[in-house]
């Protein structure tokens, strides 16, 4: 029967291209490295290594082997590390819900870091339109929330600002308003605006209808892609458009009532008195840095 101690030895053996060399990695003398492997190639049915050569060299059966015991290896290492996690009182699952606009570039470098410091810990990420996340806190359903600031403060709730994300005004460049040289609130009137609403009619105020023709969605990524499409205009986080307009695929428009980037407010909520654990308070720390 295969065993931890045969596979860490063929790994060994394998990677330093002898058994003394193995032996010498594991504090083990080489007699016991070449019985284990021998013990492993029986209970396999075939050779590892070619022992015809002076050091002994993986036959294409050893080479395919090698991939599975490496695999076995990490997994038992994942495994150990976990139980270790849990041992030290780490959560099982934490769960953060965010307005799409706030994906930014570092919540995915963050939950790599996160992954590494608490591999026992799950997280879940959930989306949700702004007006709708300090209910999903204060209900249970998330436990870190990143929103727009609605200006109001949340009872059961502790909101930190985090910072402000900058927004601009785009449409595809051969829209009619791409085309003015300097444009007044009177002349987006005409134009369909696409704005944010969530599925059960919420807006913020940080997000005005400026025209009288709107066409609503519940996501900016749903937004910048009818943009694209030349459906309207619309008010845009500025990391969604800058590839777009960077590839001549987005205009930005020249708006003489802005002199500088529109820029809401971004908050971090979390339940005030809830007892929390190790992995969700570090995980709250860091999305609070998450903006540039």
């Known amino acids: 029967m ?3 101690d045969q596979l860490k030895m063929f790994v060994a053996a394998a990677d330093a291209g002898s058994f003394s060399g193995a032996g010498r990695v ?3 003398g080489q007699s016991a490295v070449s019985t284990a492997i021998a013990n492993l190639e029986i209970d396999l049915g075939f050779d590892l290594f070619d022992r015809a050569t002076r050091k002994p060299a993986l036959t294409k059966g050893g080479e395919r082997m090698l991939t599975y015991a490496r695999a076995v290896l990490m997994q038992i290492e994942d495994l150990n590390a976990a139980a270790g996690s849990i041992l030290s009182g780490d959560e099982l699952l934490v769960r953060i ?3 799409d606009a706030i994906l930014l570039p570092a919540l995915g470098r963050i939950l790599i870091e996160f992954g590494r410091k608490f591999p026992a810990t799950q997280v879940e990420v959930l989306s949700a339109v702004s007006p709708e996340i300090p209910a999903m806190i204060a209900d249970g359903s998330a436990e870190i929330g990143l929103m727009f600031s609605g200006g109001k403060v949340q009872k059961g709730l502790e909101q930190v600002f985090i ?3 900058p927004f601009v005004s785009v449409s595809i460049p051969d829209y009619p308003l791409a085309k003015l040289e300097t444009i007044g609130a009177s002349d987006l009137m005409p134009y369909r605006q696409l704005l944010l609403r969530s599925s059960r009619g919420n807006t913020l105020d940080q997000f005005p209808a ?3 023709q709107i066409l609503y969605a519940t996501s900016f990524h749903v937004i910048r892609e009818l943009v694209l499409q030349g459906t309207g205009w ?3 986080p500025e990391h969604l458009a800058t590839g777009p307009m960077a590839s001549g695929r987005l205009a930005k ?5 802005e002199r500088r980037h529109w820029s809401p407010p971004v908050e971090c909520v979390t339940p005030k008195h809830n007892r929390t654990g190790p992995a969700h308070l570090w995980l709250t720390e860091m999305v609070k840095d998450i903006l540039p």
């Open 210 to 212: 400026l025209s009288t």
């Open 97 to 99: 819900v965010l307005d």
């Open 26 to 28: 594991l504090n083990k």
């Open 234 to 236: 619309a008010y845009l």
């Open 253 to 257: 428009l020249q708006l003489r009532f």
């Open 2 to 4: 295969l065993s931890l």
């Open 163 to 165: 910072g402000n994300l």
